[in-house]
């Protein structure tokens, strides 16, 4: 009978290592394949403005020899210009994950105004939207408490959010920012589109840095795949809480949570007296 127990227990034994080995292997496939698509895509990501600037400039440089138009000289110092601010938004996203997978991020925290930064964001994104054809609009209850946290952090945040909602969803569609005052007092932000949506794996894709839902350099937008997750470490460092619903075909709705103001002050003057160790 023992023999028998052990011989069961040693199969078992073997059952499970052959299972985790498996899983080991799955995971290591993984991590490969999205570091190999993230190194192409952000290789494709890089090289497209810088080809273009040096391309454009070159052109400028060649004016005493061949005679450029005003107008043209306009059009390629724009386009420069653009090049150059998209080559830098990449270069900051890689820094800005980097600094809170170290843990070396810092906010410059005060009281801050939830609209004032909702608004700012429908700003910057308005242009984007009406060049997509897609209506983009905001709407801000009356009641919304303010939060203590980074104007420009948060606001770095709602924009990589709306702006991912405008770029997955089709001519023709929508997208509206919503803010709410919850039961509890908190502040409620809701971006909701009516785009391409994703499936709960590739939910769980697009939230891992340098993860893409669409890897593939045929892949019908760009993008470094950090927006997402910087928005949500940038949230989480200001202590709330970033949701993802999304069905394929019908649209994403993105919920974010921020504590108020006066909750963080609570919490603060609470661990001053008794520790930061203190339960809340």
Known sequence: MGDYASLIGDAILRQRTREAEHAARIEAELASRV????????????RTPLNTMIGFSKILSEHETRR???????????LINEA????????????????????????????????????ATYSANRNAAREASVSLDLEVSANLPPVRGDAIKLRQAFNNLVSNAIKFTLHGGAVKIEAVRLADGRACVIVRD?????????????????????????????????????????IELHGGQLRITSEKGKGTEIGVVLPAASTINIREARDAVLGSGAAI
């Open 68 to 78: 450029i138009a005003d107008a043209d000289i306009v059009e390629y110092s724009k």
């Open 194 to 234: 009516t785009g391409v949506g994703m499936t709960a794996e590739e939910i769980a894709l697009a939230a891992t840095p340098f993860g893409q839902v669409d890897g593939k350099r045929t892949r019908w937008r760009e993008g470094t795949g950090l927006g997402l997750p910087i928005a949500r470490s940038l």
């Open 35 to 46: 570091k190999s698509e993230f190194i192409s895509n952000m290789s494709h990501e890089l």
């Open 84 to 119: 150059a601010a998209h080559l830098l938004s990449v270069i900051n996203d890689i820094l800005d994950i980097s600094k809170m997978q170290s843990g070396r991020f810092t906010l410059d925290a005060h009281e801050i105004n939830v609209e004032e930064i909702l608004e």
